[in-house]
Nanobody, 115 residues
């Protein structure tokens, strides 16, 4: 399984971005997926996760009500809609997929929120 993120960039506080994570390879084996982020000088943390069918999602407290995770299994793509962005959301965002064959990560996409 290969994961490719896109959609990061520079945005002003209060703005929005939508991240995408496209999966390639043995996509039939993918189960839960999630978005993680790593702020500068800090550890990687879970932002949001979604089950295979998309029926169950969970979010870090810091993003609840602002971010929405979703997936389109027909397109093998997961999304993260980020609204009301804050400077503290600045980080490298990583896509993660748990499959029958292991745990996979994308290369990351930078999100920078200016105040």
């Amino acid at each position: 399984v290969q994961l490719v993120e896109s959609g990061g960039g520079l945005v002003q506080a209060g703005g929005s971005l939508r991240l995408s994570c496209a999966a390639y390879g043995s996509t039939f084996s993918i189960n839960a997926m999630g978005w993680y982020r790593q702020p500068p000088g800090k550890q990687r943390e879970l932002v949001a996760a979604i089950t295979k069918g998309g029926g169950i999602t969970n979010y870090a407290d810091s993003v609840k009500g602002r971010f929405t995770i979703s997936r389109d299994n027909a397109k093998n793509t997961m999304y993260l809609q980020m609204n009301s962005l804050k400077p503290e959301d600045t980080a490298v965002y990583y896509c993660n997929a748990a499959s029958d064959y292991g745990n996979y990560w994308g290369q990351g996409t930078q999100v920078t929120v200016s105040s």
